[in-house]
């Protein structure tokens, strides 16, 4: 309109004519057929000129390198057009306007450099658009999933979900079927959003309706306004109307009044320019919102909390502070905290159709015990809680498996000795891949507490019951009934040495060979070193002095009794005289302690 405006004044030699896709018929075949009078014609178009249609007499084109394309846009949720650099396939097909009916001429306005960077052609808008219409049509054809269909270019899973998702809570999905509800939205030339707003509002309200409906599909009227309150958009609009002055901008007035005009005949309700409260802004916002709702964190704070759990802050001194419940229409994309745009006051009563109420139970992990409650919530804002008065074992079983498995076995009184059943078995497993040994690792144990724990757990409800549980006796119903006594025997805890202690032996989940660690004193007269597993895995002696420090690693003790003994016992008899220090080990009296002195 502008262009038009600069060449008119110039007083052309041709007649000026736009062409796009809002302008009456009877102007756009103007702009297409041939001037009645001859003139020559400068034709003003938009991207509509890269369809099939044909206009007469066009020799010579002028390309701005420009194009409006759709665009999803998170902020609002809605797609609007946005202006971007021409690709180079839809440049080409623009330049061949100039010679569909003879040579023509093509004047592009950018360089040769620009145009080797231009992307060769246009990415398919449903790879980046929102799909929530396109699910809705769907539904309303009996299509339950996209890949129903065959598509040129499939529309991607993730924003089929993130669609589907809105959709059930829109209510205009259920069962992964349509609803009635949904049935009169899709019948609406409008996002679902809106559509949902629409077909909700009540009768009273329609004309608020409409008039929202028509701000929310056009650009902000109040571009110079740092206030986010869709009221004053509201009050603009319907001023604005009544003749007053306004600081808004006039021609995007002019195009929301035109689609809240075609709103109104469709509902065949009337315009409407009396004030408007402004929490009956917020209640029909929240109808296109739901999941946009929001609640101030602390009194007065620019800090919301979305029902989705995400932070999103008002510009401060925004009049809309003083509000502790909105509903945001505009917001960015972007991560951590999102900036608002646009939104509402809501009125706490007005919350009462998105409230809703269920049973949580759950793992306080602060207090070590399992709770039930009855909440009232809006997603993740809970408005209520009250306790309740008896928990389901299935459920109350059920969350604890689940904080063990969040928590890990530590929840449980996993000690070393659990630890060293763990390692048997799972050595076991390595050492015998014959036989039907279970795997025990960590990851497998929390992947399936459900299935070995459960039966213990009748009588458990926080931290303290857990580490009173028989632990041993829930591992080992994991084990076949063969391999339960099969344990101690092949990978025993302890064994005994000649001096007639037990000594326990160390195994690791690797399989590799187990340790024992004791004093040297107390295997003199011990030919072999001790085995493990039918005697096919030799134990690692890690042999000590009598004041338990490391003397020699061995896995053949004939070995050490035959040649390093001598030196060692020359190198700490001297530390230790007290203790036996025999010449010959293979028959001397394995001692615990000290020798005793004789009377």
């Known amino acids: 309109k502008r262009t038009a405006e600069l060449l008119e004044a110039s007083q052309p030699a041709a007649v ?110 449903i790879l980046e658009a929102d799909l929530a219409g396109l699910v809705l049509e769907l539904k309303a054809w009996g299509i339950n999933t996209p890949d129903e269909l065959k598509w040129i270019t499939p529309p991607p899973a993730g924003p089929v979900s993130q669609a ?130 929001a609640k101030q964190v602390d009194k007065h704070s620019e800090r919301y909390k979305l029902v989705s759990g995400r932070i999103v802050k008002i510009p401060s001194h925004d009049p809309l502070l003083h509000a502790p419940w909105i509903v945001v229409a505009q917001l960015d994309a972007g991560f951590g905290e999102g900036r608002v745009f646009l939104a509402a006051a809501l009125h706490p009563d007005d919350l009462a159709g998105h409230i809703q109420t269920e049973e949580v139970i759950r793992w306080d992990s602060v207090r070590g015990m399992v709770e039930g409650v009855v909440e009232s919530r809006i997603g993740s804002l809970v408005l209520s809680t009250k306790q309740l008065p008896k928990i389901p074992d299935e459920k109350r079983i059920e969350t604890i498996c689940l904080a063990i498995q969040h928590e890990g076995l530590r929840l449980l009184k996993w000690d070393d000795t659990h630890r060293q059943w763990q390692n048997r078995v799972l050595s076991l497993r390595q050492w015998r891949p014959s036989e039907n040994w279970p795997d025990v690792s960590d990851e497998q144990l929390l992947g399936t507490v459900h299935q070995w724990l459960a039966a213990f757990l009748n009588q458990v409800n926080n931290r303290y019951d857990l580490q009173q549980l028989d632990l041993h006796a829930a591992l080992t119903s994991m084990l076949p009934y063969p391999l339960q006594a099969s344990v101690n025997r092949l990978a025993p805890a302890r064994l005994e040495v000649p001096s007639g202690s037990l000594i326990g032996i160390q195994y690791f989940a690797d399989g590799r060979s187990p340790v024992m660690e004791v004093r040297l004193q107390e295997v003199f007269g011990l030919p072999d070193t001790p085995t493990v597993n039918d005697g096919r895995i030799n134990v690692t002696m890690h042999l000590l002095s009598p004041g338990y420090k490391p003397v020699q690693v061995t896995q053949d003790l004939k070995s050490f009794w035959n040649t390093l003994y001598h030196e060692v016992k020359k190198e700490l008899k001297r530390r230790y005289p007290k203790h036996s220090w025999p010449d010959d080990p293979w028959k001397a009296k394995a001692v615990r302690g000290v020798m005793k002195r004789r009377l």
């Not at 440049?91 to 100039?98: F, H, K, V």
Request: aromatic share 4%.
């Open 16 to 125: 000026v004519m736009p062409l796009y896709g809002d302008l009456p018929f009877a102007q756009q075949q103007q702009a297409i057929l041939p001037d009645e009078k001859g003139r020559r014609k400068i034709v003003l178009a938009t991207s509509i000129a890269e369809t099939s249609l044909t206009i007469e007499g066009i020799s010579v084109v002028i390309d701005s390198g420009f194009s409006r394309v759709p665009r999803f846009d998170p902020r609002s949720g809605l797609t609007r057009l946005e202006t971007v650099r021409v690709t180079r396939d839809s440049a080409d097909q623009r330049a061949g306007r100039a010679g569909r009916l003879g040579p023509g001429v093509c004047y592009r306005l950018w360089s040769e450099t620009v145009h080797r960077h231009l992307a060769d052609q246009r990415k398919p808008e």
């Open 164 to 293: 589907t998702d809105l959709l059930i809570q829109l209510k205009a999905l259920k069962a992964n079927r349509i609803t009635d509800l949904g049935k009169k939205m899709v019948l609406l030339p409008t996002h679902p959003r809106v559509g949902h707003m629409l077909a909700c509002a009540d009768k009273e309200k329609m004309a608020l309706a409409c008039d929202l409906a028509a701000l929310l599909e056009e650009r902000d009227p109040l571009i110079n306004v740092p206030a986010a309150d869709v009221w004053l958009r509201v009050d603009a609009l319907r001023k604005w109307r009544n003749g007053e002055r306004v600081a808004a901008d006039r021609s995007t007035l002019e195009r929301v009044e035109r689609i809240a005009a075609t709103w109104r005949r469709m509902f065949n309700v009337e315009v409407s320019n009396e004030s408007v409260q402004e929490y009956e802004t917020g209640a029909l916002l929240a109808l296109a919102y739901p999941d946009r709702i």
